[in-house]
């Protein structure tokens, strides 16, 4: 059963870069019929989609609330896939969460990783 | 970008009971919409999709139902593990979007 885990840094500074990869297990990044995604859930608050990336194609879509600081990439070699995020303020801790979906179409996500806490504080 | 509304924020409830959470869009999205449950410390877990498909290894007790802008998940009868947050996400068009999510919690 294909598993999903979230690895990096739990503090940030602002104006910091924030970078998270996913480690996939039981399955392949370089598959045809899953994109992959980050979704984020700020304290007591309800998910908000980050961004997708289909390795296939290289096709990337991007939440547009975070697009000019926001980049995903596939590294199909280790079997992960990373998000980057630019200039971060406190407005950005939340636990980041990494998910599966169906190929590049709009989908719902499942698994999901158990989630990473990233704090953003001076 | 589609708003998703979830109501109640809070739903009080024994063990046994039957619930219903609704869950509104702000368009239509046709069925393209899922539900989630998610306890604490733990990411969503999947339980329906197109509106009313039971995910994997979901028990019959929940069901889900509407098109268009309203939709709800119904738990027949409340177990112990069912007491949890619950989100609606739609997936009709990009942005993905989720609500706000209903909170089960035991009378």
């Known amino acids: 059963q294909l598993q999903l885990q979230e690895s990096g840094p739990g503090l940030k500074k602002p104006s910091e870069t924030l970078s998270l990869t996913c480690s996939v297990s039981?399955?392949?990044?370089?598959?045809?019929?899953?994109?992959w995604g980050w979704i984020r859930q700020p304290p007591g608050k309800g998910p908000e989609w980050i961004g997708s990336v289909y390795h296939h194609t290289g096709t990337t879509y991007y939440n547009p609330s975070l697009k000019s600081r926001v980049a995903m990439s596939v590294d199909a070699s280790k079997n992960q896939f990373s998000l980057n995020l630019t200039s971060v303020t406190g407005a950005d801790t939340a636990v980041y969460y990494c998910?599966?979906?169906?190929?590049?179409?709009?989908?719902?996500?499942?698994?999901w990783g158990p989630g990473v806490l990233v704090t953003v504080s001076s | 970008e589609i708003l998703m509304t979830q109501s109640p924020a809070t739903l009080s409830a024994s063990p046994g009971e039957r619930v219903t959470l609704s869950c509104r869009a702000s368009e239509n999205i046709n069925s393209n919409l899922a539900w989630y449950q998610q306890k604490p410390g733990q990411g969503p877990r999947l339980l329906i999709y197109g509106a009313s498909t039971r995910a994997t290894g979901i028990p019959v007790r929940v069901s889900g139902s509407g098109s268009g802008t309203e939709f709800t998940i119904t738990i027949s009868s409340l177990q112990s593990e069912d007491f949890a947050v619950y989100y609606c996400?739609?997936?009709?068009?990009?942005?993905?979007?989720f609500g706000g999510g209903t909170k089960v919690e035991i009378k």
């Open positions: 998910a599966k979906a169906r190929s590049l179409v709009p989908s719902w996500f499942d698994p």
């Open positions: 996400q739609q997936y009709n068009n990009w942005p993905l979007t």
């Open positions: 039981s399955g392949s990044v370089n598959s045809r019929s899953y994109h």
